[in-house]
């Protein structure tokens, strides 16, 4: 029997090592880093080595994506994608078996390198691997990956330390490594480098610079830091009300798994052109505006709130913000811009909190989400002044 035009198509066998890959490297991200900080094996002894572990991991990701979506285009995706993956497999290897508060500083910079490898990589292939026509649902598969792996991470790493330590939350991420590095190598197929134009530092430097690329990459760094933002500060708001632990985790769960369940709705909407990428990327913009203007309303509605609306907006703007760059991107270079796009999110990362905390610092915290999301605020009216249809199923010029 026919498919009926509504059904929906489940995605290909070569896509799903892909997003057990997006999987991995956020698994691995939060699982270690939300229980690095109620360890008493000595691994860690103060606030600034707990600083220091987390920020392992993201700095080498900030320092080496672009180097590593680079090299994707150069030797081809799924060698480094492979090559990455058993690389996070080994690192976390090396402190499962040396149990040793020493090798835990290894072990982390290990799995951060690794993960700069095969996180730009996969997210190349995604791209590669689909049409045009199918990237915005393609995409929003493998954000749904990722968003499962940061909201299942704290929690099964929980459960994992509790019962074996950290030592066996490693264990578990060696395996977990190797096994999607192997089923990587055996189901996704070899996608070969093409030929490149002779590309200068100042060529690059415009290609960046074109707002094709820096209107989306915006959006996805705005999006990461009022999502980072979120997980950090939500939190300290409930308490602040008065709210306590329970409710204070289930919204943060309800932020994560809001992005979540959006992602694969808005990616499928952009293939069937119900939406454009301009339009959705603004509108992603404006949800995520409107949830950190929830979080300076009072109470456990402000906080709840403030979970769905910025699970939405970023639930909306990943899927679309991607598949935008990679159409636009000549096949060519698919792995260098999603590298710079990579780098993009990172620096938002980082940069969403820090915002908040400072503004919070020198006057209250609700003045700290006003802040960001007057800044996000802003990348809305631009991104809505500058669309022009579709960018997303318009292929840019070779």
Request: aromatic share 6%; hydrophobic share 55%.
């Given at each position: 029997m ?7 198509p ?24 939300a ?7 000595g691994?860690?002894t103060?606030?600034?080595?707990l ?8 700095g ?13 285009d150069r030797?081809?995706?799924k ?16 402190y ?12 982390r ?27 915005g649902?393609a ?8 968003s499962?792996?940061y ?11 509790r ?23 055996a189901?996704?197929p070899a ?13 690059l430097?415009?290609r ?8 989306p ?8 830091a ?5 997980v950090g ?13 329970l409710?204070?985790?289930a ?21 069937e ?13 404006a ?16 906080v709840?709130?403030?979970?769905v609306?910025?699970?939405a ?7 679309l913000?991607?598949?935008?760059l990679?159409t ?13 796009a ?5 620096l ?15 006057a209250?915290?609700?003045?700290g ?6 800044l ?22 070779r």
């Open positions: 026919s498919a009926t035009p509504s059904a929906r489940a995605p290909p066998v070569r896509m799903w090592p892909l997003y057990a890959a997006g999987f991995t490297t956020a698994f691995g991200a939060h699982g270690i880093a229980n690095l900080g109620g360890l008493s094996d691994a860690v103060s606030l600034l080595v600083g220091g572990l987390l920020a392992l991991y993201d080498a990701e900030v320092v080496l994506k672009p180097v590593f979506g680079s090299l994707a030797v081809g995706a060698p480094v994608l492979v090559g990455g993956l058993t690389a996070f497999g080994a690192a976390s290897a090396l499962a078996l040396a149990d040793s508060p020493g090798w835990l500083w290894a072990a910079l290990g799995q951060g390198a690794a993960a700069s490898a095969f996180s730009p990589s996969a997210s190349a292939l995604v791209a590669r691997l689909n049409p045009a026509a199918r990237r649902r995409f929003g598969g493998y954000g749904f990956s990722k499962l792996g909201t299942l991470g704290p929690l099964l790493g929980g459960v994992l330390v019962a074996g330590g950290l030592r066996l939350l490693f264990t578990v991420l060696a395996v977990l490594g190797g096994a999607v590095a192997a089923w990587a190598a189901a996704v996608v070969p480098p093409l030929p490149r134009r002779r590309q200068t530092v100042l060529d430097a415009r960046l610079a074109d707002p094709v690329f820096l209107g990459t915006a959006a996805l760094a705005a999006a990461t009022a999502l980072s933002a979120g500060f939500l939190p300290v708001s409930g308490a602040a009300a008065g709210l306590g632990p409710a204070t985790g919204a943060v769960s309800v932020l994560a798994a809001t992005g979540a369940v959006v992602q694969p709705y808005a990616g499928r909407a952009l293939d052109r119900r939406v454009t990428s301009g339009t959705g990327l603004a509108a992603g913009l949800l995520t505006a409107a949830g950190l203007g929830c979080a300076m309303v009072s109470g456990l509605a402000g709840l709130l403030a979970a609306l910025i699970g907006g970023t639930g909306v703007i990943t899927p913000g991607f598949a935008a990679a636009r991107t000549p096949e060519e270079r698919m792995g260098q811009t999603m590298g710079a990579e780098l993009g999110r990172e938002g990362d980082a940069g969403g909190p820090l915002l908040v905390a400072g503004v919070g610092t020198a209250t915290l609700a003045y989400y006003a802040a960001l999301a007057a996000i605020a802003v990348g809305c009216v631009l991104a809505f002044l500058r669309r022009t249809g579709s960018p997303a199923t318009t292929p840019r010029p």
